[in-house]
């Protein structure tokens, strides 16, 4: 790679995420590319500067909010309300493994989570980012390297699980998707079975964590969708990829909106590399076809 130009290294680093996977032992400091915490281009020197800032930062942060919490807690009801619920979120996460070794430190997640509903705007607090923000906490060993990685890494995807944001655009664009490439599932969708997409909704809030077998599935995939290849949008592929395992089912059943969520609920414990080849499949196949302007828009 050192012999590509700075463009064509930084593709072919992607596409090697892409294409082979991360090994666990890279991936605390690959993540940090993956995400924008390092710059691919900077040197040894300028990482330590870069993390320094960036511990320096998070500090600034927390004494910040030390500040104005009496502030927030007397003159906003959904702060409070808001730290209810992460407190109860956070108290339901099991924290050990099948030795009984503590994984996670709970206290730490939950002053990471309130400090980022405080600090990013964008993107309030929902139920599932306790979850997201302990699989950063498993990764790295500092507060400042957890909460970075959760920011950048919802910048990096546009916010794709966040509700008022990506999560909608994602429902819509996987009906689209549908009418375009199964118009025969999808007029099920819409008749019987109306109603089951847009309750797929928690597949994008928790970006797909439920769906896997091990968090190294969850990071497999999380891997792929930072590196936007093969195309933006990815997990909307994914998602299509997901429904097409339940279709034959569904339309021999004919079943009606429960039961195909009920169905789509049951899988569990799927292959992160089966899953990213179907989704990759489908993108091929889409490619092929003259796309409708707004799935171009969305995904190329």
């Known amino acids: ?5 700075p463009e064509n290294s930084l593709s072919a680093r992607l596409s090697a995420s892409f294409i082979l996977g991360l090994h666990p032992f890279v991936r605390t400091e690959a993540w940090k590319f993956l995400t924008g915490y390092f710059s691919w281009q900077s040197s040894q020197d300028e990482r330590l500067t870069v993390d320094s800032m960036r511990r320096k930062n998070y500090k600034a942060l927390c004494q910040m909010y030390e500040k104005i919490q009496p502030l927030l807690e007397n003159l906003h009801q959904n702060f409070t309300e808001t730290r209810n619920n992460i407190a109860r979120d956070i108290q339901k996460i099991y924290d050990k493994d099948p030795l009984g070794n503590v994984l996670i430190d709970k206290k730490r997640l939950e002053k990471i989570l309130l ?38 890494f919802l910048q990096k995807t546009e916010h794709s699980c966040v509700i008022n944001i990506g999560v909608a655009k994602n429902l819509d664009m996987l009906s689209t998707l549908i009418t375009f490439l199964d118009p025969v599932f999808a007029e099920h969708l819409k008749g019987k079975g109306a109603g089951a997409v847009q309750s797929l909704f928690p597949w994008f809030c928790f ?71 179907a989704a990759c499949v489908v993108y091929a196949e889409l490619i092929q076809k003259d796309v409708p302007q707004t799935l171009k828009d969305f995904f190329l």
């Open 207 to 277: 970006c797909f964590q439920h769906a896997f077998k091990s968090f190294d599935d969850v990071w497999r995939l999380w891997e792929v969708l930072l590196t936007g290849k093969p195309c933006r949008n990815f997990q909307v592929l994914v998602a299509y990829s997901i429904l097409q395992m339940v279709r034959e089912q569904v339309l021999q059943e004919s079943m009606g909106g429960d039961d195909i969520l009920l169905a789509c609920n049951n899988l569990i414990d799927l292959d992160a590399d089966e899953l990213i080849s």
């Open 115 to 152: 400090l980022s509903y405080v600090c990013n705007t964008q993107a309030e607090y929902q139920q599932g980012f306790h979850e997201m923000t302990m699989l950063f906490q498993l990764m790295v060993e500092h507060d400042h390297e957890t909460f970075w990685l959760f920011q950048f």
């Open 1 to 5: 790679m050192t012999t590509l130009s």
